[in-house]
């Protein structure tokens, strides 16, 4: 089975319609990076105790950077059709801004297929991390705009969102 798939059909569905994880096996190994980003908006408080380091479950923010890292690593348990990849970086920031927290995470590899899920995942898996941790001061936290923001490598190139 090739990557190459005709533009009329998905690179996920075999001949007979049917779920396949794509071969990636006859593509380079290429160094590959992918920058995602999100937040988390959070109330007053809940800002006022991630800055005066009050949250009660203790740090926040490190265990939410923890989590996010732990997040690409799986990446493949948790999104179906993701390839098994070695994850050469993985590099997760959390700013308090008075809005919330935005999550950003960069990771880097050295293989066949690119880390833009493994990017997106390490944010989503901050982010619930971060609500985990302050959910008892603020049960209303929301996740927000996960994204793509670049992506490096492979055979399309670059990527940077405008």
Same mark, same amino acid.
């Given at each position: 089975?090739?990557?190459?798939?005709?533009?009329?059909?998905?690179?996920h569905?075999?001949?007979?319609?049917?779920a396949?994880?794509?071969?990636?096996?006859?593509?380079? =190994?290429t $160094?590959?990076? *992918?920058?995602?980003?999100?937040? %988390?908006l959070?109330? &007053? !408080?809940?800002?006022? #105790?991630? /800055?005066?380091?009050?949250?009660?479950?203790?740090?926040?923010?490190?265990?939410?950077?923890?989590?996010?890292i732990?997040?690409?690593?799986?990446?493949?348990?948790?999104?179906?059709?993701?390839?098994?990849?070695?994850?050469?970086? =993985?590099? $997760?920031?959390? *700013?308090?801004?008075?809005?919330? %927290?935005?999550?950003? &995470? !960069?990771?880097?590899? #050295?293989? /066949?297929t690119?880390?833009?899920?493994?990017a997106?995942?390490?944010?989503?898996?901050?982010?619930l991390?971060?609500i985990?941790?302050?959910?008892?001061?603020d049960?209303?936290?929301?996740?927000t705009?996960v994204?793509?923001?670049?992506?490096?490598?492979g055979?399309?190139?670059?990527?940077?969102?405008?």
């Amino acid at each position: 089975m090739s990557d190459a798939a005709p533009a009329t059909r998905l690179s996920h569905l075999d001949e007979a319609g049917r779920a396949r994880m794509v071969d990636v096996s006859a593509k380079d =190994v290429t $160094v590959r990076t *992918a920058r995602a980003s999100g937040r %988390v908006l959070l109330s &007053a !408080e809940a800002v006022a #105790a991630l /800055r005066e380091g009050r949250v009660p479950k203790g740090d926040a923010l490190a265990v939410a950077r923890i989590a996010g890292i732990q997040g690409a690593k799986r990446t493949p348990d948790l999104i179906p059709l993701c390839h098994p990849i070695g994850l050469h970086g =993985v590099a $997760v920031d959390l *700013a308090v801004e008075d809005s919330g %927290v935005l999550v950003t &995470a !960069e990771v880097r590899t #050295a293989d /066949r297929t690119g880390v833009e899920m493994e990017a997106l995942t390490s944010v989503s898996i901050a982010a619930l991390a971060l609500i985990d941790m302050i959910k008892s001061v603020d049960k209303g936290a929301v996740i927000t705009d996960v994204r793509l923001e670049a992506k490096d490598g492979g055979k399309s190139g670059s990527w940077r969102r405008s």
